[in-house]
């Protein structure tokens, strides 16, 4: 078949859509843009961590539908599992897979496009956890695919997301992943090492490591994750590797010593969520830090690899009881203390199902979207002040492949965007270059 895929949400995501991808692919499968007069099936792996995002995923089933009326829709990802009964209820879709059936979904289009009916071996178990998902936790050691399911991306020539963990414990009192992700868990570092090095084979030089709770690595395997970071380093083939996310906590003194002093691979830029700078809100979230243990952990990443390390910080704008005090001591936090690179806002969303969604002094959507907008603003000054700080000195960029208006777009290690005229001869390659004015793309400029 000409299979159309749609992915929403993170980069976790990406890389299991490229999975499925290039496994169809290899059974003969062809791969199309979704709104192709080709697309014979579509392929949604969908988003759940707003209600928002829920939305989107269903609208999107509906506009494929419209475009295609005769090709069925196989869905999948966090509101698969979450809302699947919504999504099977609309037109076009022919299954909706749930967390613990990723592993079937390959064989099951695959037998489908036969016409094979009975196409899927579930257990009863299986469908009691698919259909439990407030209980992901108690579900998660009877489903038979409960382990992690393994993936990496592979639809740049630049750069890879791999897949190291997934699921969390973590149960923040906000959030919806644990249950639509199961606990935490991860393959063994022996078979992670072996994708990095498939990934290596085909030319590609930047791996981002990815996970639900990337830091938590090891759970499963009797391993952690500096022994994974170390093992990588290894990898023939691969210059350079990024951390998607971290937990403050996971976030420990020895790896990033080592990062700073030991490893040319691992790069100066870190995803860090806060979420709020207040105390209060942080015990009302079930963050495991404080404000001064957040504080104290980006002092030792800039006291150990000086003030060029990025650091890219994810912030909730209006948890419940989150009063004008509470959001200015978040603003004063970031603006003096932690002072990062790029802040990364969500406004609260609530989520059926978790304890926040039930407390009360919910805040007003009005106040959340003028937080959002004071904090959009921040931003744009600290992510200003970041740059300029870069001008003047030398970097290296691996640049894309991607030829856009005439230009080409790569990132240094610090994760500064940098254009240049497009040169075929300079893509996927290192480059050394002076940051100035002229070269720097800033944000928004380039989609």
């Known amino acids: ?200 084979q085909t030319g590609i030089q930047e791996i981002v490591l990815t996970g639900v709770n990337t830091g938590d690595f090891g759970k499963t395997t009797n391993e952690s994750f500096f022994d994974l970071l170390k093992a990588l380093e290894e990898v023939e083939g691969i210059e350079r590797y990024r951390i998607s996310s971290i937990e403050p906590n996971l976030l420990t003194e020895e790896i990033i010593d080592w990062i700073a002093s030991s490893s040319h691979k691992f790069l100066p830029h870190f995803h860090i969520p806060l979420q709020s700078g207040s105390d209060d809100i942080l015990s009302a979230m079930g963050r495991r830090y404080s404000q001064a243990d957040f504080a104290h952990k980006i002092a030792y990443i800039r006291q150990k690899m000086g003030e060029d390390v990025f650091l890219g910080i994810d912030v909730i704008v209006g948890f419940p009881g989150e009063s004008d005090a509470h959001f200015q001591e978040t603003y004063q936090f970031l603006k003096e203390i932690i002072r990062p690179a790029f802040i990364h806002l969500f406004p609260y969303s609530k989520r059926p199902g978790t304890p926040a969604a039930t407390m009360k002094n919910q805040v007003q959507d009005r106040l959340k979207t003028d937080r959002v907008a004071e904090l959009e603003a921040l931003c744009k000054r600290l992510h200003r002040d970041f740059i300029e700080k870069q001008i003047g000195q030398t970097r290296t960029v691996l640049f894309e492949s991607s030829d856009k208006n005439g230009f080409m777009y790569g990132f240094t290690e610090n994760y500064i965007k940098i254009k240049a005229p497009y040169d075929a001869r300079l893509v996927n390659r290192m480059v050394s270059m002076r940051i100035n004015k002229e070269n720097i793309c800033h944000e928004g400029e380039e989609a």
Not at 17 to 41: D, I
Not at 103 to 125: D, F, K, M
Request: charged share 25%; with cysteine.
């Open 1 to 200: 078949m000409n299979i159309a895929y749609l992915t929403l949400g993170c980069k976790l995501n990406y890389a299991e859509s490229s999975t499925y991808e290039r496994e169809l692919e290899k059974l003969g499968h062809r791969s199309v843009s979704w709104n192709s007069a080709e697309a014979e099936a579509f392929l949604v792996n969908t988003c759940s961590v707003t209600e928002h995002s829920d939305k989107k995923c269903r609208n999107i089933v509906r506009k494929l539908h419209r475009l295609a009326p005769t090709a069925p829709i196989f869905v999948c990802g966090c509101s698969a599992q979450l809302r699947k009964e919504s999504l099977e209820a609309l037109d076009g879709v022919v299954r909706v897979f749930g967390a613990w059936e990723k592993g079937e979904i390959v064989r099951y289009i695959q037998n489908y496009n036969q016409g094979v009916q009975a196409c899927t071996s579930q257990s009863t178990s299986a469908q009691a956890c698919e259909n439990r998902p407030t209980n992901a936790t108690a579900c998660d050691a009877e489903c038979p695919n409960s382990a992690m399911f393994k993936a990496y991306s592979s639809g740049e020539r630049t750069r890879s997301f791999l897949k190291v963990q997934d699921g969390c414990d973590y149960k923040c009192h906000y959030c919806t992943v644990p249950y639509a992700r199961g606990e935490s868990r991860n393959a063994p570092i022996a078979d992670i090492i072996s994708q990095a090095r498939e990934i290596a």
